[in-house]
């Protein structure tokens, strides 16, 4: 869309918006959103959610937003990495539609175009976003941002330096990145214009690799260890694609991982560097010469997950503190509070850490919500629901209109007493190789009982799970199931990919994993 378009699209959007929201409720305080997100956060590591691990590590300010309102059980990420569920979370459609479906040679997103921050803004609202972007370009719909640029836009933990506003750059030396995202959000809660309704996106950098936390966390689970889960020591029998993957707990966590300091005489800082991903491609490595085996793999394994949960310790105090904030302003009568993670992320499940799969642990995202007087506290929903629906269900809630462009739908009716879910299945696509992790390219339907999935890019294979029989996703049933079942699964997959417009040749689609898109923006080297 050229910009003028989409400057009259947002102008006509205005004028309709304005109307619904009008009409939802003239003597009605205006709904503010508060939309919280952490990265790589997994549903395991949710109290909530009620897994093994979580019950050992417990996170009770994620779950007040649960018991406040639902906790969702079937929402879905459509592209699981980092940007790309970013980017399809932002425009409410899919990665080959919003143009941002890699992270490595996958370019930047494209700031253009709609956004339902930019709709939030044109409707009256003062916007906001803090933390992690990690989208490359400036953030656009946003009255104010102050987002992480550094290590790639990743951000770091430590010394984590920011940009505001897409001009000045501040690095901070002495708080954890968690804690100046959560001082920053309370500093802008508190001094915004009150005027006006609020929308603000609140996204932390943790628990993302290399698992950083807080020195504060330091004593956390110190005195005990982790179960490892079921599916820990996976062979991968029947699975190709899973057999050749690089993201194995034993075998493809680096020293930076797990926290090893290189030895005094290595000269320069690229060998370090060097020193410190030595273990990332499979080259075997052991902190001392006992650790041997299996000991050495629960000993990463150990190491892993207490790093990674001191940084869910820390996201879930920052999300203690700014719905403490709201209860005592009274904002909290009417502000839609989201909690979710931009994917999900296993936690040794398969003996991997890391996502991309289809597979549950990385496919399925954590959602819990809350919104007083609209969704019944503790209540819990498995209506089927996938990133691209949150932008519309953000709007319907706040009760703005939805534009046609945007290809999920809303799923307030799920929650609200209204009605019934908007799906009875959800697609997946992912196209990143083979960097990072050699996940190969696959795209897949599930169901409430059936998940379909078909890793094309080096290979010619399908794998289909009875998710009702084998939720662990172990048996393959793809070779010897009822022929008739997989051809309804495919029937389903090709109507779906029709739907979305996702129904390029296997060449087509090949070509966009190969296809190099070279990144525009440049990390700002000004920083003070
Ligand atoms: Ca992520």
């Not at 966390?217 to 993957?245: C, I, K, M, Q, W």
């Not at 000991?295 to 719905?323: F, M, N, P, S």
Request: negative net charge; proline residues 5%.
């Amino acid at each position: 869309m050229t910009p003028r378009l989409f400057t009259f699209f947002l102008i006509a959007l205005g004028l309709t918006a304005c109307q619904g929201a009008a009409d939802s409720g003239s003597n009605q305080k205006p709904m503010n959103v508060l939309y919280i997100m952490a990265d790589d956060l997994a549903y395991q590591a949710i109290s909530a959610y009620g897994s093994d691990i979580s019950k050992l590590a417990p996170t009770p300010n994620i779950d007040r937003i649960a018991q406040n309102g639902a906790r969702m059980d079937a929402v879905y990420c459509t592209n699981s990495i980092c940007g790309p569920s970013r980017s399809s979370i932002l425009t409410g459609k899919f990665s080959h539609e919003n143009g941002f479906y890699k992270n490595v040679d996958g370019g930047d997103f494209d700031g253009s175009q709609l956004t339902f921050p930019k709709i939030f803004q044109a409707n009256g609202y003062e916007t906001a976003v803090i933390g992690k972007w990690h989208l490359g370009t400036e953030p656009t719909g946003f009255d104010y941002s102050k987002v992480l640029i550094n290590w790639g836009g990743q951000g770091t933990y430590f010394k984590p330096v920011f940009c505001v506003n897409g001009t000045d750059t501040v690095t901070e030396y002495r708080r954890h990145s968690t804690q100046v995202i959560e001082d920053d959000c309370i500093d802008w809660l508190s001094q915004r214009d009150g005027d006006k309704p609020f929308m603000l996106l609140y996204q932390f950098k943790a628990p993302h690799r290399d698992w950083r936390p807080d020195s504060m966390y330091h004593d956390l689970f110190t005195d005990f260890d982790f179960p490892v889960p079921e599916t820990f020591d996976d062979d991968y029998a029947g699975r190709l694609a899973a057999s050749e993957n690089m993201m194995e707990i034993e075998n493809h966590l680096n020293r930076r991982d797990m926290k090893q300091e290189p030895p005094a005489g290595l000269e320069t800082r690229r060998d370090s560097m060097r020193w410190l991903s030595y273990g990332d491609q499979g080259q075997f490595w052991t902190p001392n010469d006992t650790l041997q085996g299996e000991e050495l793999k629960h000993w990463k394994y150990q190491t892993y997950i207490k790093d990674y949960l001191r940084c869910v310790a820390g996201v879930d105090r920052a999300i203690g503190r700014v719905l403490d904030y709201l209860e005592e302003s009274g904002l909290d009568e009417n502000t839609l509070v989201v909690y979710t993670s931009d994917q999900g992320f296993y936690l040794g499940e398969h003996g991997w850490f890391d996502k991309r799969w289809m597979y549950e642990e990385s496919f399925k995202m954590p959602f819990v919500i809350q919104c007083p007087g609209v969704i019944e506290p503790g209540s819990t929903s498995d209506a089927m629901a996938m990133n691209v629906d949150f932008a519309p269900t953000l709007l319907d809630f706040a009760g703005l209109d939805v534009p046609d462009e945007m290809q999920g739908e809303s799923f307030k009716s799920a929650l609200d007493g209204g009605g019934v879910a908007p799906r009875s299945s959800v697609y997946y696509h992912y196209y990143e190789y083979p960097k990072w992790h050699k996940v190969q390219p696959h795209y897949g339907i599930r169901t409430d009982r059936f998940k379909l999935m078909h890793f094309y890019y080096s290979m010619d294979e399908w794998e289909l799970y009875d998710m009702e029989a084998d939720p662990l996703e172990m048996n393959n049933l793809y070779a010897e199931a009822d022929p008739e079942l997989v051809a309804t699964l495919k029937a389903e997959l090709d109507s779906i990919r029709r739907l979305y417009g996702d129904d390029g040749s296997l060449e087509q689609m090949k070509l966009m994993t190969d296809t190099v898109i070279q990144r525009v923006y440049t990390e700002p080297s000004k920083a003070k």
